[in-house]
């Protein structure tokens, strides 16, 4: 019984903490102590600013001879790469209206990574999750976008797109960050103390707000139309996807936080810039809003249940 109630405890330890803010940020909305321009604001100042630095610091001062895991980015890059075949391969006999298969597929298989992925991880395993976490969710993200605006020009019928998607990802403050910090760590660089505690304040400023503008944008009026697409994608996204992972890498051997780490971002939910591509792009905005809701609020509990079973059995 004891072991039922670690392995229960653990799981909830991970989701627990994310439920509250994201329910934090959903109800300061609602009684609009927060609104829609702080949460465009918060947004851009994550991604631009306090998110970048905290994954440069991350990296960046730690050696990455003992950091790296490359056989788990690959192993994440080619799992990636099977999963949209699969999913498009699913799309074309499940979802009747081609324009909106490239919606479905994508909240299938792009996981908000950068925000409820890392936040996963840290609450896991804390800076060792986090190191392991920042390097594979930079090269995994490149490669999302560029599966994304394939499969959403395939089925908007639309040609072209990749090069723009290039620049996009060189300018990308993530990458830019994450490249930096590994060209510092590969050189054993240190940052003076000055810049590294100032860094260090922008950081922690990181995961909450994320979150708190995450819950304040949940938009639950959106679950309204196209039920069907949304289960679909939904299903892909927090149990078919985290399950064809994790079988995979526990047979090719993965353990501990490596494995807790692939959990953990597989079963994170759809990104929420896939909704502000499927937009530019003249998708189908609501059915990408209804896959972002249900996958962000069923993420809590199927993370919780995968993380209690790979405990359970000691995989974790």
Known sequence: MSAFIQSLSFSFSITGPIFVVLAL???????????????????KLVFNITL??????????TSISHSANVSLVV??????????????????????????????VQGGFRSNLAIIGLAYCVNAYGDRGLITASLYLGLVTILYNILAVITLSRSLNRDGGLTATFRGIVRNPLIVSIVAALLFAALDW????????????FAQLTLPLALLCTGASLNFKALRADYRGALISTVCKLLLVPMLLITAGIALGFRGVELGVLALMSSAPTAAASYVMVRAMGGNGTLAANIIVL??????????????????????
Do not use: C, K, W
């Not at 959903?26 to 949460?39: E, G, K, Q, S, T």
């Open 25 to 43: 940020g959903a109800y300061l909305n609602r009684i609009h102590l927060i609104n829609d321009n702080f949460v465009e604001v918060g947004t």
């Open 52 to 61: 970048p630095a905290l994954l440069f610091l991350s990296i960046s001062q």
């Open 75 to 104: 192993f994440g890059l080619i799992a990636t790469l099977l999963v949209y075949f699969i999913l498009e391969l699913m799309a074309r006999f499940l979802v009747a209206a081609r324009e909106d298969r490239g919606v479905v």
């Open 190 to 201: 240190r940052l003076p103390a000055l810049v590294q505690h100032s860094g260090e304040y």
């Open 295 to 316: 996958t962000t609020l069923g993420s809590l509990l199927t993370t919780s249940l995968i993380m209690f079973l790979l405990r359970s059995f000691g995989l974790v």
